[in-house]
């Protein structure tokens, strides 16, 4: 657990013990009682936060002339300081998620990838079955794809983002498209075996039926 849950984990507990909220203590009988766990309790959020980043003036209970009042100190810092670790949280995590898509591929891993992009570009190009709006969609998709794989990091949603929209243009169109749905696919997985967290491909994609042969028949 990172520094910030644990601080967040920490409140928690101290609401539990303060009547549910972080709101001064109603009397000198119930800050005597939560004093102890309290103040074990902040000084652990002190010492997580300076590992997160996070400077505070920690409270000194000496500097109150009762328990009360030193226990009221706390509770008010920790609730204007709540919502700070809340956002903090929220951001470690949006780039703890966005970290997870990113690898770092070899040379033999981008040397693969690039003879599927061009066998996919060649198959693309020369198949009757895609409309020319498709494969231009698609081949943009490829270039995005080449100019990815070059960078020294690369983000998975990109790869993704190619298996998902052949995909669903391999569900539009007509039957015999699955060499390059393979292709796709193949590129997203050499990218995705160095991740230790692996995304999920999309379905194979449900293809509509040639209604001329039908017809022909």
Do not use: W
Not at 127 to 141: N, T, Y
Not at 155 to 172: H, I, K, P, R, S
């Amino acid at each position: 657990m990172d520094p910030i849950s644990r601080i967040i984990e920490a409140i928690r507990r101290i609401k539990e013990i303060n009547r549910g909220g972080l709101a001064v203590t109603p009397n000198h009988d119930h800050a005597a009682e939560i004093a102890g766990e309290l103040f074990e309790l902040y000084g652990s959020i002190v010492e997580f936060a300076k590992l997160s980043g996070l400077t505070i003036s920690a409270v000194d209970p000496s500097q109150h002339q009762s328990v009360e009042g030193a226990c009221d100190s706390v509770l008010r810092q920790l609730a204007q300081l709540e919502l700070t670790f809340a956002m903090r949280r929220g951001s470690t995590s949006a780039r703890s998620n966005y970290e997870t898509n990113l690898v770092e591929l070899s040379k033999e891993q981008v040397r693969e990838i690039e003879t599927h992009i061009s066998e996919a570009r060649e198959k693309i190009r020369d198949s009757d079955a895609f409309e020319e709006k498709h494969k231009r969609r698609l081949l943009r998709r490829l270039e995005k794809l080449q100019a990815e794989i070059h960078k020294k990091i690369s983000d998975l949603d990109v790869m993704l983002a190619g298996v998902t929209e052949v995909t669903a243009v391999a569900g539009q169109s007509a039957k015999n498209l699955n060499p390059v749905v393979d292709l796709f696919n193949k590129i997203f997985q050499i990218a995705d075996s160095g991740n230790e967290e692996q995304l999920k491909l999309p379905a194979p994609p449900k293809q509509i039926e040639d209604k001329r042969e039908i017809a022909e028949e």
